[in-house]
């Protein structure tokens, strides 16, 4: 948000609460419009807009708003718009819906599947080797790693998320922090179907 945008804001602020803002003089008003500058200066002006006038719609005090209100009203918006979040049981079962089909269409399966569960997964391989192990097997072994790992990925996202609209934090550190994140999630899945195959050839061997 501009300098110039944010006195816009503040003029239609001093139009809700006229009382409030007719002993403001010149000097005061400006040290006002800096700091409110300053503090969303990283933040999209309509989104900015929207959460003022949100706030004067709703407010039955009869009280400007503070910084930190608007902040939290722009939260409010923001996770309003977010898609519903799939849980990490529904994201399991969407695992093991494409693990069935998976020993000759793998790709095509992963292909279906949502992106942070992709991700979480890593690759087409990892869900065909999937595919070739029993139910019980993967429930047991597989499933207590993939939840783990599922809500990590979806709490950190929502973390990085928080962080960048707050302090305005390169996008290109953003993605290099979730990346080194995810792969070492990855590694621990990648670790539990290795382990896992191991014991399935051994169970071979021995005609189980």
Known sequence: MTREQTQQVLLNLKKAYPFFY????????????????????????????????????????????????????????????????????????????????????????????PPIIQRVIGDYYTLRSWAEMDMDRLETIIQPGFIKSYKTVCEQENNYDKLARHVGINSEIQNKALKDHLNGENDKLYYLRTKNDSRALRSRGRGI
């Open 22 to 113: 007719k002993d403001i003089g010149p000097d005061e008003g400006e040290e006002i419009a800096d700091l409110w500058y300053e503090m969303f200066e990283d933040d999209d002006v309509a989104l900015v807009v929207k959460a003022v006038k949100l706030f004067i719609k709703s407010d039955s005090k009869g009280f400007p708003p503070v910084i930190g209100v608007i902040k939290a009203k722009m939260e409010e918006i923001i996770e309003a718009s977010r898609p519903k979040s799939i849980s990490e049981f529904e994201a399991w079962q969407m695992v093991k819906d494409a693990a069935r089909n998976s020993l000759y269409n793998s790709k095509k399966e992963f292909d279906k599947l």
